[in-house]
């Protein structure tokens, strides 16, 4: 599959304990987006990257952290988890710097539940 | 402030009726707006964006910045047309990646 691919699909953790979740974008995209669903919530831009570089940045909590890779990969990084972080957080890339640009291309989403 | 906005949580129309799936949005400069759909067990994807004035899978969807609105159109629904549908605002330059989205309509087409 060629697509965007998350990893873990789901994670269960305590409270207080830190993750990463991982995305690799499809071949060839530069730009990745991180995004939080939370319940009956929409989905919440975090942070976008292009081409290893911070791009654009959203309510992303102090807690949280990502970074791109020379690879591309990104990964969201996210400590001192709380019960509300709980959530399925997408990612999604794109061949373009923005989404006016280009398409964007969403992962499966990696579900996390904080207990 | 950016905001999006699709105010039906839920619309549950006939196979055959017109569907109309409604967004606002609020922004002060010059919007870029998209409507994103996810079918189930499928993951999010573009379904139409405004500056395309495309029909895709028989929808349609017109800016108005008088009304501030992005309401996404078909005239007669099919069964496969039920999903979850989001709108969207690219808010900011075309070189920045903050794609705002509302809350999702759920459109439910029954037989």
């Known amino acids: 599959d060629s697509g965007v691919t998350q990893t873990p699909k789901h994670l269960i953790t305590a409270t207080g304990q830190r993750v990463t979740l991982r995305c690799s974008p499809r071949?060839?995209?530069?730009?990745v987006y991180w995004y939080q669903q939370s319940l009956d919530q929409g989905l919440q831009f975090l942070i976008q990257?292009?081409?290893?570089?911070?791009?654009a940045k959203g309510n992303i909590l102090e807690r949280f952290s990502a970074q791109q890779f020379p690879d591309l990969h990104s990964e969201l990084n996210l400590s001192s988890l709380e019960l509300g972080d709980s959530a399925l957080y997408f990612c999604a890339s794109s061949v373009a710097r923005g989404p006016t640009t280009g398409e964007l291309f969403f992962g499966e989403g990696s579900r996390l539940t904080v207990l | 402030a950016q905001r999006v906005t699709q105010p039906e949580k839920l619309l549950s129309v006939f196979k055959g009726a017109p569907v109309e799936l409604k967004c606002n949005y609020s922004y002060s400069g010059s919007p870029e707006l998209f409507w994103y759909v996810q079918y189930s067990r499928q993951r999010l994807q573009l379904l139409l964006r405004h500056i395309s004035r495309e029909s895709i899978k028989g929808f349609t969807a017109d800016l108005n910045k008088g009304e501030t609105s992005f309401h996404l159109k078909k005239p007669f629904a099919q069964e496969e047309d039920s999903a979850m549908y989001y709108c969207a605002l690219s808010a900011g330059s075309s070189n920045t990646g903050k794609l705002i989205f509302g809350q999702g309509t759920t459109l439910q087409v029954k037989p």
């Open positions: 990257y292009y081409n290893g570089e911070e791009r």
């Open positions: 071949s060839g995209d530069l730009s």
